[in-house]
């Protein structure tokens, strides 16, 4: 069965730290990888994407993520986060054939002390 | 602002009762997907349409349905509404030419009661 398993529910951390987000995935066949974020309030932004090639990929606002085909993983992260980078943030797969079906995590809320 | 966008903004219903939700897709995508994310939830995806049919479909009900218009815009009909169908429902858009970048509505809130 197709499904992402993001395995933090909530994350707290103060300003400048770190940020690493996991995230892997059960799906057969060649995929899309996709980080969004949705602010409070506001609709569903792509932070970044994995199409192929480099499996290190940069996004908006700091963020990247690694592809790491051996380990089904999608990881999220930030060398240092800001306040405004609250927001939840979801990983998501599809297919290459089927593009506009995208399988999303549960989600991980980030709160950032100020 | 991701150019898809959707209406009404927020709605409250009666179990039993039917709703109608509205998409206009981002300027050139001619493709509409349509999502639920229940609280604290991911979107799940409900089914996708393309020239004016529905080509896949998620694992919800027949309650679940929906058209697209000709100028592709697109709407999602449930009915005999539950409680558990309170939800953000997102509209989603793409070129299907160029298929992989998806861009998502800022959501309809439907509160059923």
Redesign the interface.
Known sequence: AQS?SQHNHHVILSEAASLELGCNYSYGGTV?LFW?VQYPG?????LL?Y?SGDPLVKGIKGFEAEFIKSKFSFNLRKPSVQWSDTAEY?C?V?A?S??????????TRLSIRP | D?G?TQSPTHLIKTRGQQVTLRCSPKSGHD?V?W?QQAL??????IF?Y?EEEE??R?NFPDRFSGHQFPNYSSELNVNALLLGDSALY?C?S?RQAS????Y????SWLTVV
């Open positions: 992402v899309n969004y506001q609709h569903l932004q792509l994407k199409f979801f998501a599809n290459k089927s593009a506009s079906k995208i399988i999303f995590g549960s989600g | 991701a898809v493709t997907s999502y604290g939830q991911g979107p799940q995806f996708q393309y080509r896949q998620g997102l989603a793409s298929g992989n970048t998806i998502f509505g800022e959501g």
